[in-house]
Nanobody, 124 residues
């Protein structure tokens, strides 16, 4: 049974930084591309960032490029999302997700496993 557990969310001020973690169990982590998505109240869940199974390829949404960094530690079965220069519009529930392939994609429907999410709130 594949399980994903996010942590690291919280309430911060605009301009602050935060690091989210996603611990994966039940699947060989290095064989899975990982993504981070977010969902703000009243909006659809949207792509934030993705990283390949090896960690060598990364892709970001334009809205977070240059501010967020996705990474992974395959030895620890853990993925990360380092968020800097946070803005109020970054407020959302953040979800990590896995694919059953090493290749990255941005489409939400192509991810097979999801965590429960962690709330990030950025005050102005």
């Amino acid at each position: 049974q594949v399980q994903l557990e996010e942590s690291g969310g919280g309430l911060v001020q605009a301009g602050d930084s935060l690091r989210l973690s996603c611990v994966v169990s039940g699947r060989t982590f290095s064989s899975s591309a990982m993504g981070w998505f977010r969902q703000a109240p009243g909006k659809e869940r949207e792509f934030v960032a993705t990283v390949s199974g090896s960690g060598n390829f990364r892709s970001y949404a334009d809205s977070v490029k240059g501010r967020f960094t996705i990474s992974r530690d395959n030895a620890k079965n853990t993925g990360y999302l380092q968020m800097s220069s946070l803005k109020p519009e970054d407020t959302a529930v953040y979800y990590c997700a896995l694919r059953t392939t090493i290749y990255t994609r941005r489409e939400r429907a192509l991810y097979d496993y999801w965590g429960q999410g962690t709330q990030v709130t950025v005050s102005s």
